[in-house]
T-cell receptor
Framework: EAGVTQSPRYAVLQEGQAVSFWCDPI?????LYWYQQPRDQGPQLLVY????????NSQLPSDRFSAVRPKGTNSTLKIQSAKQGDTATYLC????????????FGEGSKLTVL | GDSVTQKQGQVTLSEDDFLFINCTYS??????LFWYVQYPGQGPQLLLK?????NKGISRGFEATYDKGTTSFHLQKASVQESDSAVYFC??????????FGAGTRLKVIA
């Protein structure tokens, strides 16, 4: 069974540029999460979906960050006008059901904003 | 809201030493608690899950329990190996089904 796939693995931007990260969850997993993991810190939830619906985006900086999951499968996280403070690894995870089960993480997309 | 506190930023041990990592948590509901491990260049992966206080979770030689009275959750291993070097995160899922992760403990095992 294929795991969670993320791309690109690395991105380097100047401040003010935009970037999109793509995630393909495990087949059949209806819940998808985006986490931000700054260097030497734990993952911090940005947004999560059940199917195509946003369940919680309260931690997503809405002025510059957006996330969609239009068909309830793949998802895209976009950062407009990146700032140095956005430097982090962006992790996608999926699970089956909104429950207390295991999260399956991708390898992450490491963003550096110069 | 729910929270977890993981104060041990880094732990350095020699092979065959005993490992003990502790977290404290705060939630208004009955939590499910997890330990995840992250190796360099990878996403976190599940190590252990504990759903009931004072029950043990056991996996790959690691054990975890949580104490509802002290709201603490710990991970231990009797004899660590160099291959156990990684970052260990405690995590909580409370009533709103949102995962909350601790800051992580970086374990370095010296051969």
């Amino acid at each position: 069974e294929a795991g969670v796939t993320q791309s690109p693995r690395y991105a380097v931007l100047q401040e003010g540029q935009a970037v999109s990260f793509w995630c393909d969850p495990i087949s059949g997993h209806d819940t998808l999460y985006w986490y931000q993991q700054p260097r030497d810190q734990g993952p911090q939830l940005l947004v999560y979906f059940r199917d195509e619906a946003v369940i919680d985006n309260s931690q997503l900086p809405s002025d510059r960050f957006s996330a969609v999951r239009p068909k309830g499968t793949n998802s895209t996280l976009k950062i407009q006008s990146a700032k140095q403070g956005d430097t982090a690894t962006y992790l996608c995870a999926s699970s089956f059901g909104q429950n207390t089960g295991q999260l399956y993480f991708g390898e992450g997309s490491k963003l550096t904003v110069l | 809201g729910d929270s977890v506190t993981q104060k041990q930023g880094q732990v350095t041990l020699s092979e065959d030493d005993f490992l003990f990592i502790n977290c404290t948590y705060s939630t208004t509901t009955y939590p499910t608690l997890f330990w995840y491990v992250q190796y360099p260049g990878q996403g976190p992966q599940l190590l252990l899950k504990v759903t009931t206080a004072n029950n043990k979770g056991i996996s790959r030689g690691f054990e975890a329990t949580y104490d509802k009275g002290t709201t603490s959750f710990h991970l231990q291993k009797a004899s660590v190996q160099e291959s156990d070097s990684a970052v260990y995160f405690c995590a909580l899922v409370g009533g709103n089904y949102k995962y909350v992760f601790g800051a992580g403990t970086r374990l370095k095992v010296i051969a």
